[in-house]
């Protein structure tokens, strides 16, 4: 299949056309490098079946695909409220293109979703059905509620079109290939105990997530796109919840590292907890995450050191 991969030269991305490369594919990466680099699809970069295009999703574009995977937006708070505006129009105009896209060839789309879409969740396990408690003018509504439109873009288009759909909702995922800018909780962590600096946890550390390795999450992706009757929403995460406090004592003893904790204050609307419920991706796609977090978290400790060697 031609499958056009958008975001692919960010984090989950890059994995992301590296899978679907290993299984016969011809991938159309198509990046506007906002968070994406060159350095992540470098292991592939010269395959044959492996093309880049540079372009930004809230413009339209127009080639031949199979199928889409739409992961085109900045997932990291600190990325995506840089430039908020670009964000939501990122999360809307750029679906509904890529939904045209889609109609025009007939191609299958899985969008990139979020657990944000949960807001800050008044339950938890999260399952598929709960609505979520989202404010729609805060400083996370850039990203929540342009992921939430896009949703119902997608729904939209599958009703009034037939357009193929498949709708994965991402929890919190970490691994190899993050930025080291990245500003997400584990590369912060990580990058900070290595370079034996204060681990920065905002607010108390009370709040929960729950952390699932990329392997596992591409996995699941896959198993989504691949599998036939299926639209989702469907919750695609790892259901073991961590305190902040407890993944920054983690990440101390798994990086031998002396740095301290430092409180800095907790950012606006930051969900208090986070925790998939899982069930329907196990019954539907027979999939549930495989990584445990200390094998993970060793896993991306080794691409940071590596990293930090390297600038
Ligand atoms: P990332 O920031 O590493 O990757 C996003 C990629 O999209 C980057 O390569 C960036 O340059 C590109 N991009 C941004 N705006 C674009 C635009 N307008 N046109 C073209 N390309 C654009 O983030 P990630 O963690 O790899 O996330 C990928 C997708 O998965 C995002 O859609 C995100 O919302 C979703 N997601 C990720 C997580 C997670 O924990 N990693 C959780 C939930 C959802
Ligand atoms: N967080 C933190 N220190 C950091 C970065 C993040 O304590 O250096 C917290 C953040 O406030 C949130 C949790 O870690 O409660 C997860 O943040 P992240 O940005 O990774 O993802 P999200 O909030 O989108 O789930």
Redesign the pocket.
């Known amino acids: 299949m031609r499958i056009l991969v958008t975001g692919g030269a960010g984090f989950l991305g890059s994995h992301l056309c590296q899978a679907l490369l290993t299984r016969g594919h011809h991938v159309i990466c198509l990046d506007n490098f906002y968070t994406g680099s060159t350095h992540n699809i470098e292991p592939f970069r010269n395959d044959p079946n492996f093309e880049l295009i540079e372009h930004d999703v809230t413009m339209p574009i127009d080639l031949p695909v199979d199928g889409i995977f739409n992961l085109a937006c900045p997932a990291?708070?600190i990325h995506y409220q840089r430039h908020p505006v670009q964000t939501l129009k990122t999360s809307v105009f750029g679906t509904i293109n890529l939904l045209e896209l889609a109609h025009r060839h007939g191609a299958r789309i899985l969008q990139a979703s979020t657990s944000?879409v949960y807001g800050d969740p008044d339950i938890s396990p999260q399952g598929e059905s709960y609505w979520g408690n989202v404010n729609p003018v805060g400083i996370r509504s850039c990203y929540d509620e342009g992921k939430r439109a896009a949703e119902t873009a997608i729904f939209d288009f599958h009703r009034q079109y037939g357009v193929d759909i498949r709708v994965a909702r991402i929890f919190?995922t970490y691994g190899t290939r993050m930025a080291i800018n990245d500003?997400?909780?584990v590369s912060?962590f990580i990058v900070q105990a290595l370079k034996g600096e204060p681990l920065?946890?905002?607010?108390d550390?009370s709040?929960t997530?729950s952390f699932c390795y990329v392997d596992d999450l591409i996995r699941g992706l896959i198993a989504l796109f691949e599998t036939d009757d299926i639209t989702g929403p469907i919750n695609i995460g790892n259901p073991q919840p961590i305190t902040?406090l407890e993944l920054a004592e983690e990440i101390r003893v798994l990086t031998k590292s002396t740095s301290k904790i430092t409180f800095l204050p907790?950012?606006s609307d930051?969900?208090k907890q986070?925790m998939p419920d899982t069930t329907l991706a196990s019954e539907k796609l027979q999939w549930s995450p495989m990584v445990e977090r200390t094998e993970g978290l060793s896993k991306t400790v080794e691409y940071f050191k590596n990293m930090l060697q390297t600038i």
């Open positions: 990291s708070p944000e919190n500003g997400r909780v912060n920065t946890i905002y607010g550390g709040q997530r902040m907790l950012p930051d969900p986070r």
